[in-house]
């Protein structure tokens, strides 16, 4: 639409919901190799909704059985995702 014509820097596009992403049980109970896999299923789904010019989305959180595991998971993902998705 013309009307938006040099505006596409000023609008957030957003995608609500996510392919499941987690396979496993409880976010503490998963093994090195299982929250590997997750970060990388995480990141791939990001970089498809990037092509798309997508800006934000939610990403699901791993079933967590308590205040500090939900902590931890956050922890985690800000050290082993968000890192990954910058830029």
Same mark, same amino acid.
């Given at each position: 639409?013309?009307? *938006? ?5 000023? &609008?957030?596009?957003? +995608? %609500? $919901?996510?392919?499941?992403? +987690?396979?496993?049980?409880? &976010?503490?109970?998963?093994?090195? !190799? #299982?929250?590997?896999? *997750? ?5 791939? @789904?990001? !970089? ?10 939610? %990403?699901? #959180?791993?079933?967590?059985?308590? #205040?500090?595991? *939900?902590?931890?998971? %956050?922890? @985690? &993902?800000?050290?082993? #995702?968000?890192?990954?998705?910058? $830029?």
């Amino acid at each position: 639409q013309p009307e *938006y014509a040099g505006k596409k820097d000023s &609008f957030d596009i957003c +995608w %609500l $919901g996510s392919p499941p992403l +987690w396979e496993a049980g409880d &976010f503490a109970a998963a093994s090195p !190799a #299982v929250l590997e896999a *997750y970060r990388d299923r995480m990141i791939d @789904w990001c !970089a498809q909704l990037r092509g798309q010019d997508v800006t934000r989305t939610p %990403l699901p #959180v791993p079933p967590t059985t308590s #205040v500090e595991e *939900y902590i931890d998971h %956050l922890r @985690w &993902f800000d050290q082993e #995702v968000a890192p990954r998705l910058r $830029g």
